[in-house]
């Protein structure tokens, strides 16, 4: 087992934490990764989607198409195909299952012939696994690139740790030169990590019976004549909240409500609106988030998406991410401008940032806690992902003790205490930690080393690259 120990507040040991999911639970990791499915009209690559990526013009595109020529085993292949002429280039791609905390391996055997660069060509022939965050921002990827401009069958392997953060992963297979590009039997495993929660429904508002909810609150921008925002019903039967404004207006109301929410949790606001402006005038509905710490103070970026004039109901929605200190987010609805807008069927879903998997591993026994280490976490990087989190959680812990006790973390002026840090190594192979390139950690079969918050965040930094 491996034991560590650390000098102050103790990290709860009663925390709420995803279950890794054992192998034998897990869906197919990917569809068709053979190729052997018959393709169809509209699905010409079964459990795949082709889409075009780069073009310059409309046609013709290049070829992507499930061929028994050449195939590698089974009765048939992926072959992407292109040429001088090709104006438009198409990739292969599969949304794959999202663990976050899993190990993605993946393999696939590729051919290529005469893949060239010709003319205004983008390089491109790869096969590309990326994970994205909630925002849809890129985490990280890997690339596998074939060799050209010709090369017999060859298996490709790809390995990928994905982040806490990760909430969408996609394969692609690309091709933007000329020449052909084959692939067949490829093969992803996800080994540990967790699922991840079901969103949690936190409001709709629909307004009904022309009432608003009493958690709605106003907020005024400017001063003077302000303009006007109540509940309304439709032609169908439905009711909205109708916002007017007109020229002479200087103070413009936008509703507002607060809910409770904590660092990572994701949040979901969608809402079908309408805006109406009177001849050239200029008018907007916004609909914001935006996150507050314990003391009421804005922290991070608000996120806004703004709906312009025009006609019938559009789907207005936004996404963002509770950063660290946050403790509200608030949500607001407003317009801006002479003009008026509707809003309804109002939805905030959160999904609640998960415990880190290993909270569910730890015991404490007297002065030590012991760390009940699945094998598949057992290699370098999960180690130190382990050490930054009890690193994190001790650091917090310790604040919030100070705090409590009339003395404020950091008031004093004093260095923040060491988090020490010891791995005893019984049955965790020394090879885990023999890839770690960090001077301050001697790696034998008993480890000591000691870590503040700077040399935890530098020693991060130096294995993960950020």
């Not at 890997?142 to 992963?169: D, F, G, N």
């Not at 969103?199 to 005024?220: H, K």
């Not at 309804?344 to 404490?364: F, K, V």
Request: charged share 25%; aromatic share 6%; proline share 8%.
């Amino acid at each position: 087992m491996l034991l560590l120990a650390w000098a102050g507040p103790w990290l709860p040991v009663a925390l709420a934490a995803p279950v890794p999911v054992p192998a034998q639970e897990q869906p197919p990791a990917i569809v068709n990764g053979d190729f052997e499915l018959e393709p169809g009209g509209a699905d010409p690559v079964p459990g795949w989607s082709v889409q075009v990526e780069q073009a310059d013009g409309a046609l013709p595109p290049s070829e992507v198409r499930v061929s028994s020529k050449d195939r590698r085993t089974g009765r048939r292949c992926l072959q992407l195909r292109g040429d001088f002429g090709t104006a438009a280039w198409q990739s292969v791609k599969q949304e794959l299952s999202v663990r976050p905390g899993g190990t993605y391996r993946l393999s696939a055997w590729t051919k290529t012939l005469g893949v060239v660069r010709e003319g205004m060509q983008l390089e491109g022939c790869s096969l590309t696994l990326t994970l994205f965050d909630a925002e849809d921002a890129v985490i990280t990827r890997r690339v596998i690139l074939p060799k050209r401009p010709r090369e017999r069958w060859t298996q490709y392997h790809s390995e990928v740790l994905a982040p806490t953060s990760t909430r969408r992963v996609l394969l692609s297979v690309s091709l933007s030169m000329s020449g052909e590009l084959w692939v067949d039997d490829v093969a992803l495993s996800i080994d540990g990590g967790w699922e991840l929660p079901a969103p949690e429904l936190l409001f709709t508002e629909r307004f009904e019976g022309g009432a608003m909810s009493p958690e709605w609150e106003p907020l005024f921008v400017g001063e003077g004549r302000p303009s006007q925002a109540r509940p309304e019903r439709l032609a169908d039967g439905r009711y909205a909240v109708v916002f007017v404004a007109d020229e002479d207006t200087e103070r413009f109301v936008a509703m507002s409500r607060e809910l409770a929410v904590a660092p990572q949790d994701t949040l979901y606001l969608s809402a079908r609106t309408r805006a109406e402006v009177p001849g050239d005038g200029q008018v907007e509905l916004q609909l914001s988030l935006r996150f507050l710490d314990s003391a009421g103070e804005p922290v991070g970026p608000r996120r806004v998406d703004s709906q312009p004039p025009g006609p019938g109901w559009n789907d207005t929605g936004l996404i963002a991410v509770a950063p660290e200190g946050a403790a509200t987010a608030r949500v607001s609805i407003g317009l801006y401008g002479a003009g008026q807008a509707w809003v309804t069927d109002m939805h905030l879903l959160a999904e609640r940032g998960s415990a880190p998997p290993y909270a569910g591993w730890l015991e404490r026994v007297g002065s030590y806690v012991i760390v009940h280490l699945p094998p598949e976490h057992r290699e370098a990087r999960h180690l130190m992902t382990l050490v930054r989190e009890l690193d994190r959680a001790a650091i917090a812990a310790r604040r919030a003790a100070e705090a409590e006790a009339g003395d404020a973390a950091d008031s004093s002026g004093k260095p923040t205490p060491p988090l020490h840090v010891w791995f005893y190594l019984d049955d965790v192979s020394c090879e885990a930690l023999s890839g770690l390139q960090a001077p301050s950690l001697n790696v034998h079969d008993r480890v000591a080393h000691v870590l503040d918050a700077r040399q935890a965040s530098q020693l991060v930094t130096q294995l993960y690259g950020g």
